[in-house]
Structure formats: C-alpha cells, structure tokens
C-alpha cells in the first residue's frame, strides 16, 4: 500500500481546515478497527479551539504542530461509557483494574493507527506524538476526561506543508523472530544498528550532545532513566486516580 | 479505503500458505508505523510449525485459529534488544519502568494495526487474539521471551475461507466528543447502546445465557469482575518479572 509504504510524518501544515464531514467519515471508517469483544472501549476528543490548543500545548512540550495544525484529536482508552450502560441496565462492571485499562488501551491505539492510516491515504498528513502519556493528569484536566479514560495517543492532522526525508528503519531480520525469541550477540546489534549509526543525522546528534555515540544521545538526553522513572510514578497515581488500580 | 471499510474478522482460512517473501513484505511495510523517537520497541514472533502452535494454543483458550491458520503472529513489546545496544555502547538504559512498557506496548500495537491492513489489502483474512495478555506468562516461556518483552497482541493470517457478516459498531456521536468529554446521560447511553441491544444475534445471546440483558451478558459470562480482577494481579506480577516493574 503505497501510502503506507511512503509514509513520513508531518509537522508543518497549510491553513487549509478539514471539514468536520471528512473527519467524522475517517473516525467512522477508523472504528473498523478490532475491538475487545466488540466493546470499543475508546473515545476521541477533538480540538479545534485556539484556546484549547493553547491550553494543552504545554503537556505536549509546546511542539508547534499542536496549534498550528487544524485538528488535534485526543484519543482516549473509554470504559466509562460502558460501564454507565452496564450501571444503567442493572449489571455490575467489573473494570476497574489493570487489565481493563490495557484492553482499553490497545482498542484505542488500534483505532489511532487506523485512523493515521484512513487520513494519510485522503492526503492528510498526521503527527504521533509521544507525549499523551507523560502528561496525562495535565490533558485528565483541561479535556475533563471522567474517572474510567485515560488519554492514551494525539495525533495532529492537517494538510501537509512539507515532505521531509523518510526516517530509517531497522533491518527486518533484526525485529523478526522464527518459532522462538532469538537471543541477539553482539555482532547481531553491531550489524542491526550499523545503518542508523551511520546516517549523517545521527551522526550529527553525537557531535551536538557531544556525546561518545548515538545510543548514549537517546539514555544521556532524550530518554533518561531518571525522567522515566519519574513518570512511570505519576503515571501509575495517574491510572489510580481514573479508577484502573486499587 | 475500503478493505478497511468492508473489514471484517476471518476465523477461518483455506490450506493455502502464506510464501515468507510476502509476510516479510507486508512486516516491513507495517514497520513504517510511528514509532517512539524511531526505536522501535517491538519484536514479531512466527509461528509456523504445527507443534508449537499446538504448544500455544492453550494460552488463547484453544481458540481453533491458533492450529488451523497457516501463520500466527505474536507482537511482542521489546526493550530487551535496544538495552542490549546500550549496554554495548556504553551508554546507561533507563528503561525497566512502567513508562517504558506503556512506550513500548503503544509501537507494538501500531504497528499490529498496520499489519493487519496491510494483510486485508492483500487479500489475506487475520484475527486479533485479545486472549494475549490473558496469558502473558505462558506465552513467554513458550516463545522464550527474555527480561523487557512482553507479548502484546497475536494475529493469526491466512486466505479467508469464510465471509461472516460485519458486526455492528456503535454511532460516532456515541464516541467523539467536541473539546471537552461530554458525559452521558441516561438517554444518552439508551440511544447509543439502541441498536447494539436491538441486534437479533445479541438477543440470542441474552437468551442463551439467560440474562435479563445484554450488559449482563459482559458482566456476568463474558468478562467478569473476578476474572479481570485475577488476571490483573497476574499480569502485574508479570511485568514485575519481566523488568518493568519495581
């Protein structure tokens, strides 16, 4: 599929608005998506505001693309919905724990997915961004999400402005395994990781973090332990406050 | 897009296999999912030979699509093999926290999706298993998961050998909210759950399980309290094992 296969993230985009009837008809389409139990244990916030964006930019690292694009759709693990029908029909929900919340989450990312999908082959461009969780209680807040959702992805959407560069992959024989869980040596890595060492890019994120290599960039600056471990805490308070752990 | 549109699950498939040149194919494309800083936190799991989904199979409840599909997919949450590449470069991995599972389980479930589309779009039929993290630690010891891999999701694949009707979804008003959360009101969860409650086959199943109602059939038979609740500790105590965790 070729829009798959030339897919690349997009972070500028031009003013042109996306009518509500385009996006409702590729949330509709999105919610194909399998589903637990055909449960559809998500929601999705749309926010097109000013305002609004203004006011979750922050949890998002103030990237630019949450106000300049258009739409910024918040998609969030659900089970209050459904839990208020079992209440409504005399059944007793049982959903307040972890497992729920991860099957909650996976239908919601298989519907982002889908729906990245549906939009880039309508000639949208979207941007994942990998923040939702890191300030989920700050986005709880400002989208005045119920105890039971739990903001898992946002993708920004807009018409694209820009076509950078495809980014890298690893090679595939690194990422797939036959029967069992091949343990990697160390040439293994060397030879995986070989190409993306190599790319004139990272290479160049070294020499500005002054860094001895490009795995040291990614545990000294963009994911270090101690901010993950400091969020990995609050996002676990996060998940007991909305009601998913005891 | 419509193999997303007219998308349905496929239990049963035909004898024909599936060459590894057009997996490996449909993998790489799906690996063009977005990814957290490009680190691509997954790994995929082949299962081809008969004995070891015999071995698996117990695991998704002896659903018959694990032994009869030709190819099952089992899409694992992976750090084990970024750390590993830290550690030989000297650099300090921070990422046996719970934030990190999330960050990995969030690339892994993208990138499930696009398979799955993938595959649809190129005539195959798959099924998403949502039996996975039910039974995380069985499959770990079966596939020979290492510390920071955690199956995900499993998709079995193959040439559809049946066309079951689409199941129902429920309106989009029912799930996209403008700007902020909109809560339900009790006539708003009648009319969203309407058609799903009106469907003969649903009826069926209240009759069958002789419940008063639909939701009871969830709370009661399907997913209930003190199975979620069990499989929660389960699953938490799994993620402690596999490093995830404190």
């Known amino acids: ?41 998500y929601s999705v916030i749309v926010t097109r505001d000013s305002a609004r964006k203004e006011r979750i930019a922050p949890f998002h690292f103030n990237q ?3 106000t300049s694009a258009p739409v910024v ?10 839990c208020q029908w079992c209440r409504q029909r005399n059944a007793n929900p049982g959903y307040d724990n972890f497992l ?17 999908t549906l939009a880039e082959a309508a000639g949208l461009g979207t941007c994942y961004l990998g923040t939702t969780l890191y300030s ?5 807040e400002a989208l005045e999400l119920p105890k039971l959702v739990v903001p898992i992805a946002t ?33 293994d890595i060397d030879r995986i990781y070989a190409e993306k060492e190599a790319m004139p890019e990272n290479r160049h994120f070294v020499e500005v973090n002054r860094t001895e290599n490009l795995a040291q960039v990614f545990t ?27």
């Open 155 to 187: 993708i920004t959407v807009g018409y694209p402005d820009e076509c950078p560069a495809q980014p890298e992959r690893l090679p595939i024989e690194g990422l797939i395994h036959q029967e069992t869980y091949r343990a990697y040596g160390e040439q």
């Open 136 to 140: 989920a209680g700050g986005l709880i």
């Open 220 to 246: 000294d600056y963009r994911y270090t332990k101690a901010a993950n471990e400091e969020i990995s805490k609050v996002l676990l308070e996060t998940l007991r406050q909305q009601g998913f752990l005891d």
């Open 100 to 116: 729920s919340f991860l099957n909650a989450a996976s239908d919601t990312l298989l519907v982002t997915q889908n729906f990245c």
């Open 73 to 82: 759709l918040t998609f969030c693990a659900d089970f209050n919905r459904f």
């Open 1 to 41: 599929m070729e829009s798959i296969k030339n897919r690349r993230t997009i972070r500028k985009y031009t003013s042109q608005d996306i009518p509500d009837s385009l996006l409702n008809e590729l949330l509709e389409e999105a919610f194909r998506a399998p589903t637990m139990g055909n449960m559809q244990l």
């Open 64 to 66: 630019p693309m949450v």
